[in-house]
């Protein structure tokens, strides 16, 4: 039974008999809602449908298709012409330009006779030389004394000298100045000065390397990190240890194995800025080997030196200065309050009033300079920490031959 259907009414003994209108739980006496129900027609939904006829079929636009014919012609003649013109560009600029190669024609010859050449003239032979006179034989001593004791020629110096004097004598220089003139210049040619030889210039020359297995060569990085602390105050000594095995110029024998010690030394004189000139002259390696060198330290881009912490002190210096000034002040302002003033009386009858001076603001005075000075004078310091890691350089060519087998 639904909630809907009410039961039926009670003093009805219809109900209770067995027809099939009577059967029936909804007949029109029981229910009045139901006889209202099944009166009705029931709604046909499919009626407001619209349908379709092939006597309405829409019919094709001609013009619009003419239309976009021609245009998808348009845009084929477009891409063709695009297309030929880019393949046209490509074989112009691949075609090389040829250039014409004018060769002009040689020039005709000019039929020109040229004259006869003229004939050479002959040398004429040259004379022989005269043969020597045959030695003659020695005459007895008189003779020859008497040839000697007889009038001689001039030699050739002396005619040579003659010529000279003859060519100057119209000069106005006395007869002594032509004859030393002379004699100088005979002495010039018989001993002439030998010429100027200029020192050899400097050549650099190239050498094989004998032993590449061995050779540390000269500009060879050596890396290692400081095994002591630096501290520029005072000059003193340093070491540190090789971090990185070093090899020999052709990269096949070890020459410097890692954990080596490196010894050097420093200064703390000409610090003018935070960098450390340290010399490495040891080392010594864990096999045994000791090298002795002179190498300076740089830093990791080859910059002579090994840079620190740098402190100029100059908070110090300002202090200590600053202090004795004000102490010297304090000196000089007590004395001058407290102490007796002088009175001077000039020629000009002014009388002068002087403050006493204080000997003890003298000496503090004299003091806070003396501490000025030695501030201003104290050196920077520069300060490399344990552990930092700086680079050596090879200074010269180093033979492990003699250690290394």
Partial sequence: MSQNMPPNPPGRPEDNTGTSQEGNYGYAGA????????SGPAPDLDAGTPTLKSAEAQKLNRKALLFLGGIVLLLIIAALWMFNRATSEDDESKKVKEEEISIPALPKPIDTQLPPPQPVPEMPPLPMAEPMPPPQPQMNQQPQEQVEAGPRGPSLMERRMGEMAGQGGGSGQSSEDRVAAQIAAAEARLNPKPAVVEPPKEVAFAQPIYNPDTLLVRGTYIRCVMETRIVTDLPGFTSCIVTEPTYSINGRRLLLPKGSKISGRYQNENINGPRVS??????????????????????????????????????????SALMISLISDAFKYAAAKNGPESTTVTNSGLAVQEPYESNTAR????????????????????????????????AKDVDFSSVLR
Avoid: C
């Fill in 363 to 394: 000496a503090m005075e004299r003091l806070a300079n003396q501490a000025l000075d030695k501030s201003i004078n104290r050196p920077p310091t520069v300060t490399i920490n344990q552990g930092t890691i700086v680079n050596v350089y090879v």
């Fill in 278 to 319: 340290v010399i490495w002259d040891r080392i010594t390696t864990p096999n045994g080997i000791d090298v002795n060198m002179a190498s300076p330290g740089i830093d990791n881009l080859g910059g002579a030196g090994h840079p620190g912490d740098f402190n100029a002190h100059w908070g110090s210096r300002i202090a």
């Fill in 31 to 38: 229910n009045p809602y139901y006889g209202q129900q099944a």
